[in-house]
């Protein structure tokens, strides 16, 4: 199973920035797809973002579309959340997440197998 440490979390300002990073140990990350979600208290967890290994398709939540873009490097093993014009809304702990063997970005959240601990990311107004 692949091991993944989010990073890159913190606090910004609405309309800041953030890059989060996701590294994986433990597998190569190539065949899998892989995904960012997130879980603001007392709520439950969304999908935000997946990236595919085939034709490396991407996915989003329509409340990120336009401001959030996920990529990744297989040679490093790892993700990336790039975060822009940032809301005080899009305050939640963030969580990689890792599906074995999907080629296609996908927001099932059942289809993700392994997960990280998360990181924060609050937005202030």
């Known amino acids: 199973q692949v091991q993944l440490v989010e990073s890159g979390g913190g606090l910004v300002q609405a309309g800041g920035s953030l890059r989060l990073s996701c590294a994986a140990s433990g597998r190569t990350i190539g065949y899998y797809a892989m995904g960012w979600f997130r879980q603001a208290p007392g709520k439950e967890r969304e999908f935000v973002a997946s990236?595919?290994?085939?034709?490396?398709?991407?996915l989003y939540a329509d409340s990120v579309k336009g401001r959030f873009a996920i990529s990744r490097d297989n040679a490093k093993n790892t993700v990336y959340l790039q975060m822009s014009s940032l809301k005080p809304e899009d305050t939640a702990k963030y969580y990689c997440?890792?599906?074995?063997?999907?080629?296609?970005?996908?927001?099932?959240?059942?289809?993700?197998?392994?997960w990280g601990q998360g990181t924060q990311v609050t937005v202030s107004s």
């Open positions: 997440a890792a599906s074995p063997g999907y080629r296609q970005a996908t927001m099932i959240m059942t289809l993700y197998t392994s």
């Open positions: 990236i595919g290994w085939g034709d490396v398709s991407t």
